[in-house]
């Protein structure tokens, strides 16, 4: 089969006019396709598949402008991150108040607990925990929602036609949601505390990023993991469990940095609250080794999701 | 002075409407209505199936714990193999109203999970669409929890709208549900007319091209929402819309459908005009009295 592709309005440059032979069977779904296509043309084009118009593939030089002008995917996910977020507070009087409720009294229970019952000898202790423990909180309920979200989200699944890796990226803006009421919740703390804004604070984007990405790949891994094994749930209850106690939340991190080095090798969150440590609230350049480590672990973890997702993921309604 | 101008805008206000429902639009519809089933072979196809066949191993036993899977391996699992979808070949074109009939469990739902995409084919097949599918049934595309405004949009904006455009129609599709006073109830509380009512208008408003009715109409709508669904019936064909309906209502079979099929066990046997395919299925039955088939249902 023979497809004319045919330029975007934005870009006319003649390279655009391509044809391209694709096998029959790669039109059965339009992920396929799209992966056909985007392998020969990855770095320089963005193609798109609409599965409105069959023979014509808009062919674009500036994917996210074009993204925002005529498909309404952003704002697609948009309102399912809105609405995820705002479904969970839904029936509560306090309502939206309770995202940042829940933090706050977790932090109130610790900082007790490890300020009056077991002392620490860390300054600005009651930061140095905040500033885990949201991290930590962020991770756990992205992950723990997207387990999950292909039971959640049948009902859109079986009766719209669209793509279902959108689900994902919307429960983890959603977390993200909670994640920013929790971060000025810790600002306005540590402005009380008396620790100013340092520059660094921008290594924040790239740490964010990191969790994020994180976040995606293992909440599709477990979802996928889910359909066949529906223990998994249960499971990961108890890794996050664990992980919390193997992360430097609540004790100095050099614990894990001298006496056991492995743990943050196994544990990326545990890199990630580090160097969050040090940029925010000590106002030093982060640990580049770290900063590297997580990177590549999060990326690598998040291409092995994708692929496991695309492979299995379509059993997700015959088997749920 | 006023008196007059009044007057005469109201009359040719009904002048207006007068060769809008009576002249011009009637010929046209009821020529192409005349025509229908010849229109409808020149034109394009929008849902292409190739050797569709699907098969579910179906266990005896629950294996989807680690515990079961561990045991597993000692002890052995029956597994049966069902194929629910048998060899099918079909194209529709863009305007059909297709019906589909069969027996409880000859695989029409499955058929139109196939062709949306939900359940993917086994090795081989090839499913082919172009437009905006929606499939409607009961009790499904809604959220409980959220309100009827939060459920259009969400329907819509997954149907490829813009917040825009949703705006927009916003007010036809809560007219065309008559939910005024519900527009910010949690569809939980609504009734199943109701939700019908409200995913048939989103359907028709933010412009589905295909619309997958999968035993929508059991028995629920009163008769005034009837009417309105015929009209979208009747329009559907000059519109361009296509809607394949699985049902055991076989009035709306008998009046709208331009071809029916009838699915047995997981493969078409009959494909045809409703007036050839009914009787097929009425054979199938094996029904010796002459049954009116609309009443079994109720």
Excluded at chain 1, 40 to 63: C, G, H
Excluded at chain 2, 96 to 108: H, V
Excluded at chain 2, 159 to 188: P, R, S, Y
Aim: aromatic share 14%; hydrophobic share 45%; charged share 20%.
């Amino acid at each position: 089969m023979v497809l004319t592709l045919i330029p975007n309005e934005l870009s006319s440059s003649k390279h655009c006019y391509q044809k391209i032979n694709i096998k029959k069977a790669a039109l059965s779904r339009g992920s396929f396709f799209y992966v056909s296509i985007k392998k020969k043309y990855s770095f320089f084009l963005n193609i798109e598949y609409r599965t409105r118009n069959i023979d014509i593939q808009k062919v674009t030089l500036l994917p996210v402008l074009t993204q925002l002008r005529d498909n309404n995917r952003l704002e697609r996910i948009w309102l399912l991150a809105k609405i995820d977020f705002k479904k969970r507070y839904y029936d509560n009087s306090l309502g939206i108040f309770w995202a940042l409720i829940n933090p706050l009294c977790r932090f109130v229970v610790y900082y007790f607990a490890f300020t009056y019952i077991f002392p620490q000898r860390i300054p600005n202790y009651a930061l140095y925990l905040f500033s885990g423990l949201i991290i930590w909180f962020f991770f756990a309920q992205g992950t723990k929602k997207g387990i999950k979200l292909l039971k959640t989200k049948k009902y859109l699944i079986e009766s719209i036609q669209f793509k279902h890796s959108d689900l994902f990226i919307a429960s983890t803006i959603s977390a993200c949601y909670s994640f920013m009421f929790n971060f000025i919740a810790y600002f306005i703390v540590s402005l009380i505390y008396g620790v100013g804004v340092h520059p660094t604070i921008l290594w924040l984007f790239v740490l964010f990023f990191t969790i994020v990405v994180l976040v995606l790949g293992i909440s599709m891994l477990l979802a996928t993991i889910n359909i066949y094994l529906r223990d998994i749930e249960h499971l990961w209850d108890i890794v996050v469990l664990a992980g919390f106690w193997a992360t430097p939340i609540i004790y100095p991190h050099e614990i894990t940095m001298v006496k056991l080095p492995f743990l943050q090798y196994l544990n990326p969150v545990a890199g990630i609250i580090i160097n969050i440590r040090e940029t925010v609230l000590n106002g030093n350049a982060p640990y580049y080794h770290l900063l590297v480590y997580d990177l590549v672990y999060a990326g690598i973890l998040f291409l092995i999701a994708k692929f496991v997702y695309n492979k299995f993921a379509h059993k997700a309604v015959e088997k749920l | 002075m006023v008196h007059r101008t009044n007057y005469r805008t109201t009359l040719y206000a009904n002048f207006v409407l007068f060769e809008k429902s009576h002249n011009c639009n009637s010929d046209y519809i009821d020529y192409m209505k005349k025509n229908r089933n010849r229109e409808i072979e020149q034109r394009e196809v929008v849902i292409k199936l190739e050797n569709i066949n699907k098969t579910f191993s179906l266990k005896d036993k629950n294996t989807d714990t680690i515990r079961e899977k561990v045991l597993g391996i000692f002890s052995k699992n029956k597994k049966r193999q069902l194929k629910a979808l048998d060899n099918i070949n079909l194209e529709v074109r863009k305007g059909e109203f297709l019906g589909i009939i069969g027996r409880n469990g000859s695989g029409k739902s499955t058929l139109l999970k196939v062709i949306i995409g939900a359940i993917r084919p086994d090795k081989g097949g090839i499913v082919t669409t172009n437009g905006r599918i929606m499939r409607m049934s009961l009790a499904m595309g809604f959220d409980p929890n959220l309100t009827a405004r939060e459920n259009v949009y969400l329907n819509a904006t997954i149907l490829g709208l813009t917040f825009k455009e949703i705006t927009g129609k916003f007010d036809e599709i809560i007219d065309f549900a008559e939910l005024h006073n519900f527009v910010d109830t949690q569809v939980k509380f609504f009734s199943r007319g109701m939700k019908s009512r409200l995913a048939f208008a989103v359907a028709v408003h933010a412009e589905a091209d295909i619309f997958l009715m999968d035993e929508f109409f059991g028995g629920v709508g009163d008769a005034k929402f009837k009417e309105k669904s015929e009209q979208v019936f009747e329009e559907s064909f000059i519109e361009g819309r296509t809607i394949i309906h699985v049902s055991h209502q076989f009035r709306t079979i008998r009046d709208h459908c331009n071809r029916v099929i009838l699915m047995d066990k997981g493969s078409i046997i009959a494909m045809g005009r409703p007036n050839q395919v009914i009787p097929v299925y009425r054979k199938l039955l094996n029904l010796e009295k002459e049954v009116d088939l609309d009443m079994e249902e109720n």
